[in-house]
């Protein structure tokens, strides 16, 4: 069973625009929500995370949308660059069980076209 | 550098030919795990470890093993390798609740 679902599967944008990937999650255990990103024939790394305590998280051009009530969170990619072009993973893990368990989506594929 | 490192980088195996691949951290941390990644299913985990001689299965652990004998090491095997076991592994370490991804390690079992 797939514990956070990731939206879209595959996304391309224009240099300059928006980009936007959607995570849901069903676990109201879940209380930290990194996002990973992964640039070919690399590992993942992190990217940005955020904390249930908080509705947004902004770092740089890469911002985190939390909305608890609904069990959603966003990353929205302000004036994307083509070096923003990876794959996205977001991730879920819950506080109290095994320390570092994280459980990932299924990624997002960014492309931007410059 | 702080770094997790991985070996072989690229395999390609014929089934049933017994495969180590191994992975190592400088971090001292205490929880290593490792992941299998296939086109449209993301990461998904095989095995983790707490700590030396503490391991436990994740959501894939059928075909694999793993020791963990040493802080820093915890090789995964693959005693008779089919081909649905082909895909891209990660092995990762962890501090606090942020994971350190080793580079990977593309497996193709013929």
């Known amino acids: 069973q797939q514990q956070v679902k990731q939206s879209p599967q595959s996304l391309i944008v224009q240099k300059g625009g928006i980009s936007i990937i959607n995570c849901a999650y069903e676990n109201t255990a879940f209380d930290y929500f990194p996002w990973y990103q992964q640039f070919p024939g690399k590992g993942p790394a992190l990217l940005i995370a955020i904390r249930p305590d908080v509705s947004e998280k902004k770092e740089g051009r890469f911002t985190i949308s939390f909305n608890k009530s609904a069990k959603q969170f966003s990353l929205h990619i302000m004036d994307s660059q083509p070096g923003d072009s990876a794959t996205y993973f977001c991730?879920?893990?819950?506080?109290?069980?095994?320390?570092?368990?994280?459980?990932f989506g299924r990624g997002t594929q960014l492309t931007v076209w410059p | 550098e702080a770094q997790v490192t991985q070996n072989p980088r690229y395999l390609i195996t014929v089934t049933g030919k017994k495969l180590t691949v191994t992975c190592s951290q400088n971090m001292n941390h205490e929880y290593m795990s490792w992941y299998r990644q296939d086109p449209g299913l993301g990461l998904r985990q095989i095995y983790y470890?707490?700590?030396?001689?503490?391991?436990d299965k994740g959501d894939v652990p059928e075909g694999y093993k793993v020791s963990r004998k040493e802080k820093r090491n915890f090789p995964l095997i693959l005693e008779s390798p089919s081909p649905n076991q082909t895909s891209l592994y990660f092995c990762a370490s962890t501090r606090g609740v942020e994971q350190f991804f080793g580079p990977g390690t593309r497996l193709t079992v013929l």
């Open positions: 470890s707490m700590n030396v001689e503490v391991t």
């Open positions: 991730a879920a893990s819950k506080r109290g069980s095994t320390l570092g368990r994280l459980y």
